[in-house]
């Protein structure tokens, strides 16, 4: 909430106004952007604005269930940008902020992509004390080029109350924060999700007052 209140403004001020109708709004122009998609495509877009920063193909067909000829599309109509040297996509800042604003129009689409979101990365962070090798490498830097999504979990888990998960977790947090040298983003959520821990779950308060007291 207290991120939609600070976007907020930022969109305001790019909407123009009566008189100055020779400039174009963000908002008009992208919607007329929009109106020339696909539904499929368009629900696409919707859901890709998920992402918090940019993203592999992994990450969005399994958050989104999107397709490659759509991702495609998306991209050869400048929707959408596309990394070929790192493999990554990305939006235009502007553009995925608007997209988020209607992806928060529609709470069934919202809670779900947002839960399939958190789900994947959670899951990527908990194979990380498992993993072995090139494997364990490979984990630790998809983590880390995807830290913002990584965020953006972790903090919906706590939203939502998945102690439980995070109980099993943490370790692993503490883990990435060690071998990233991300201390302060890791300490900050573990310190959050404590904050947020009925004192009832007492292995999860334990876990986590454990590995923040290793991270600081």
């Not at 969005?60 to 999107?66: K, S």
């Not at 599309?73 to 070929?84: F, T």
């Not at 689409?109 to 979101?117: A, F, I, M, P």
Request: charged fraction near 25%; aromatic fraction near 8%; charge should be negative.
């Amino acid at each position: 909430s207290v991120i939609a209140e600070r976007l907020a403004p930022r969109l305001e001020l790019l909407q123009g106004d009566e008189g100055h109708s020779r400039y174009e709004s963000v908002h008009a122009t992208l919607e007329s952007s929009l109106a020339l998609l696909s539904a499929a495509e368009r629900l696409a877009l919707t859901k890709l604005s998920v992402f918090q920063s940019d993203f592999s193909l992994m990450a969005a067909q399994h958050v989104t269930e999107v397709s490659l000829p759509v991702l495609r599309s998306l991209i050869e109509k400048s929707l959408l940008r596309y990394d070929q040297e790192n493999e990554r996509y990305s939006f235009h800042a502007l553009i995925g902020q608007y997209m988020y604003t209607l992806l928060e129009q529609h709470p069934d689409t919202s809670q779900k992509v947002k839960t399939s979101h958190a789900t994947y990365y959670l899951d990527r962070l908990e194979q990380l004390p498992n993993a072995e090798g090139e494997a364990k490498q490979q984990l630790v830097r998809l983590l880390g080029n995807e830290l913002n999504n990584l965020e953006a979990a972790w903090l919906c888990a706590v939203e939502r109350g998945w102690f439980e998960r995070l109980y099993v977790t943490c370790k692993a947090l503490q883990q990435f924060g060690e071998m990233t040298a991300r201390y302060k983003p890791v300490e900050a959520l573990l310190a959050k999700a404590l904050a947020d821990c009925p004192e009832e779950n007492a292995a999860c308060v334990t876990a986590l007052a454990s590995n923040l007291a290793l991270m600081r």
